[in-house]
């Protein structure tokens, strides 16, 4: 088989799948059960896919529900994201040790070789891997721990079939449909008459594991199928986002009043920022051993909701609940944008479940709009 | 460097009930090197023996709840080059500053026979309301990885990690699912400071506020959320008057919660 080409594989052989891409080497990592919700971890067969359970998603709240049917991925994403294995949220970066004669030797943690194949990735998930690409791959600037993970990935794509009630990837042109970045893409075909997964190879790679496994030609029907499910998807998006001339409309209204309202609900907790695929800030600790002899230092996940990471030597800059949320919602829409060249928002809607309060970002958006001050000073806008 | 004098450390207890002095006899498979590093000069919890100051650091459980504590704790701020204050009763006035909202008369006549005996202050007050402190160490009781941490800090002289954002942020580094969202319980970590690893939510329970309020915090906005949730008013109150309830936030905030029963 050829990257590019299509096939039908029984849902009953996705084990099969996976047991080909795990004996290539990789760990597989991939949407399970646990503590009611559907998170990413180390998965070892399609037995631990959440076969039959969908998600019930809004503002500051998330459901398991069960479904009519035993879909493997009839849901939309979860708390985790795949940042979590691949900007992990510690990491050691390296250690100091001071000798009996004084010198200090410094030496630099080699990136973790592990090579991991990532189930069921979503499209919106694609865009957030891509996204940080853009921050942690740089020309100049490389994180090697994120680069090493992120080189050795085998990516199992899988064509949304539901829509999250928090989702708007439509709105960001980030999904439904897998466009690329993919060794396999799947899509879910399930009724009544089968359950199976229509299967497009991406790379080569991928061409050679699908090869393995017990399939089928699709047929111009199976496509189609497989399209109409998606576009159906489509159709569902829990929310949207209005992105015309949004950058301007964020930068023409940082004094918006709207900024005071919102700081009133926000909790400066950090979670959005915690559980968001693209949000990439971390800050730097340094540790040492009682005796002094040993330094090491540490990256950890940090946030632009803290106090601590405006914290210059005169205090924070941002010491307001109102500023760091503004400054959190105009980097993600509108100065990531000047900065990266993309939205830093791929419309996975976790910020808006995850929030503890259930502030929409996609509501916020739009209260600014509605109360545009261009507008209100009878500026053009 | 074999030369150097070892740093001489001792350990204080106001009103407590021991458990932070505990997180230290906790630490067994450091307490050794500990001992190498620093010279444990008063620590009464583990030996009689002491060795009179001055001390490079002393550690302070306990808060300030007589007029014998108040003295006292001015003494050992004279005889520290170094006071850091370990635990929530040191740190916020611990559960005893409940007293500070009622009468403490009336709760001595209810728990002891003879209330006559009993000379104590109308309120149970941190011990930075008295002196100087150098740091203050949350929690109830303090986590031993965070008091290693911050007893290495001062002795080889730099900045604690301590970070004093909220729980969440540990339980979305551990990769714990919110217990908010997930399950609708009660929890206080959005507005608790972090350093216990996020234990409850672990374990499907919502943040009891043991380390007291973050640095950044929005009481307001989660006691709302809890209302909405349907928890009584009363509860809101309840849950703020805990461990750290002469926490300047957490006092203040219970105000707005006041129900017949307070």
């Not at chain 2, 002095?21 to 583990?46: G, K, M, N, P, Y």
């Not at chain 2, 703020?240 to 707005?256: C, H, I, T, V, Y």
């Amino acid at each position: 088989m050829l990257p590019g080409e299509t096939a039908i594989v029984a849902a009953a052989a996705l084990s099969d799948l996976l047991h080909e891409i795990s004996r290539l080497g990789y760990t597989l990592v991939g949407p399970t059960v646990r503590d009611g919700a559907i998170v990413y971890r180390e998965i070892h067969s399609a037995e631990d896919l959440p076969a039959g359970w969908t998600d019930v998603q809004q503002p500051g709240s998330y459901r398991l529900a069960r479904r009519a049917d035993s879909a493997l991925f009839g849901f939309a994403v979860g708390p985790h994201s795949w940042k979590q294995f691949l900007h992990q949220p510690a990491v050691t970066l390296w250690h100091a040790q001071l000798a009996d004669q004084g010198a200090v030797t410094f030496a630099a943690e080699p990136p973790e070789r592990k090579r991991l194949a990532l189930i069921g990735v979503r499209s919106c998930e694609l865009y957030a891997i891509a996204t940080q690409d853009k921050v942690l791959i740089g020309a100049t600037y490389s994180d090697p721990h994120y680069a090493a993970r992120r080189a050795g990935l085998f990516v199992v794509a899988v064509n949304c079939t539901v829509a999250g009630g928090t989702c708007f990837c439509v709105s960001m042109k980030t999904g439904p449909k897998v466009e690329t970045g993919y060794d396999l893409a799947l899509t879910e075909l399930i009724d009544d008459a089968r359950h199976e997964l229509f299967i497009e190879a991406g790379s080569e790679r991928g061409a050679e594991v699908l090869e393995r496994v017990p399939r089928r030609p699709a047929d111009g029907r199976a496509r189609e199928a497989a399209e109409k499910a998606v576009r159906a998807t489509a159709e569902m998006m829990g929310r949207q986002l209005e992105t015309e001339g949004l950058r301007e409309l964020l930068y023409a209204n940082l004094e918006n009043s709207r900024w005071d309202e919102v700081a009133t609900r926000c909790l400066a907790c950090a979670n959005c920022t915690m559980v968001c695929p693209t949000c990439f800030c971390t800050t730097i600790e340094d540790h040492t051993d009682l005796g002094a002899r040993r330094a090491e230092r540490v990256q950890r996940w940090d946030s632009c909701f803290t106090t601590d990471f405006s914290h210059l030597n005169a205090g924070s800059v941002r010491s307001s609940i109102k500023s760091r949320y503004r400054q959190w919602l105009t980097h993600k829409l509108a100065s990531w944008i000047d900065q990266f060249g993309t939205s830093g928002c791929v419309g996975c809607g976790r910020c808006i479940t995850w929030c503890p309060v259930g502030i929409d970002l996609t509501e916020e958006a739009a209260a600014i709009r509605r109360t545009d001050l261009r507008s209100q000073t009878g500026r053009e806008a | 460097m074999a030369a150097a004098r070892r740093k001489r450390l001792a350990v204080w207890k106001f009103a407590s009930c021991d458990g932070c002095q505990l997180s230290l006899l906790d630490c067994e498979d450091e307490l050794l090197a500990l001992a190498e590093q620093v010279e444990i000069a008063r620590f009464l919890e583990a030996s009689r023996a002491t060795i009179s100051g001055p001390y490079d650091l002393s550690l302070v459980e306990g808060s300030i709840t007589t007029a014998r504590d108040a003295e006292l704790i001015r003494e050992v701020r004279r005889v520290s080059r170094a006071l850091v204050t370990i635990g929530a009763c040191a740190t916020a006035g611990g559960i005893q500053a409940l007293r500070n909202f009622k009468d403490v008369r009336e709760f001595a006549s209810i728990v002891y026979a003879t209330p006559a005996y009993i000379a104590t202050l109308a309120t149970s007050t941190p011990i930075a309301a008295h002196v100087p402190v150098d740091f203050e160490l949350r929690g109830c009781p303090i986590n031993k990885r965070q008091l290693l941490e911050v007893i290495t800090a001062f002795i080889n002289g730099r900045r604690p990690d301590t970070p004093g954002h909220a729980v969440c942020i540990e339980c979305k580094q551990r990769g714990t699912i919110c217990v908010m969202v997930a399950r609708g319980v009660p929890c206080l970590g959005p507005i608790t400071h972090a350093g216990c690893g996020a234990i409850c939510p672990s374990f499907a329970r919502g943040c009891y506020g043991c380390y007291g309020p973050a640095d950044a915090l929005n009481i307001e906005s989660l006691g709302q959320a809890w209302l909405r949730a349907g928890v009584p008013r009363g509860d809101v109150m309840r849950v703020l008057r805990s461990f750290n309830a002469g926490a300047e936030p957490f006092s203040k905030a219970a105000l707005d919660y006041e129900d017949d029963q307070s």
